[in-house]
């Protein structure tokens, strides 16, 4: 077993789909933290589902395999999808934030994850949230 201690890291849309799209410095980045063995990924619905649909609608099956991939590795997912609407609610209301920015925001924090990495720039309102680290890719 490992004593190392791992980071627990929620990732949102944008890295996956930003990984996943080619060799640019921030895709190479996303990929980078995708394969970190020091890092645990937890993970929700929200995020399946601003990535697989779409994917799986157009046929992409290597996106789609990319996206499985991921999820699959996935250790915990945030279940309780009514406190996190009602948290996500609260956090909107205080940061401004966009609807599905505080719905990641919220399960990151309902799942007490460490860090939420996103494409969002740090000029976005999601970085005034200060109950979590938020790292922009």
Known sequence: MDTVSRKKTYIDSGVLI????????????ANSILNDENREFVSSQ????EVLPKAIY???QDETDFYET???AVS???????QIT???????????????DALH?????????????????STKPMHRVTTIQIISI
């Open 18 to 29: 930003t990984a996943f799209q080619g060799v640019q410095s921030t895709s190479i980045r």
């Open 46 to 49: 929200f995020v399946k589902l």
């Open 58 to 60: 157009n046929q992409q």
């Open 70 to 72: 991921f999820f699959s």
């Open 76 to 82: 915990h997912w945030a279940t309780d999808l009514e």
């Open 86 to 100: 009602q948290d996500a609610y609260q956090l909107a209301c205080i940061y401004g934030l966009a609807a599905m």
């Open 105 to 121: 925001v919220a399960a990151a924090l309902w799942l007490k994850a460490d860090e939420l990495i996103t494409t969002e720039k």
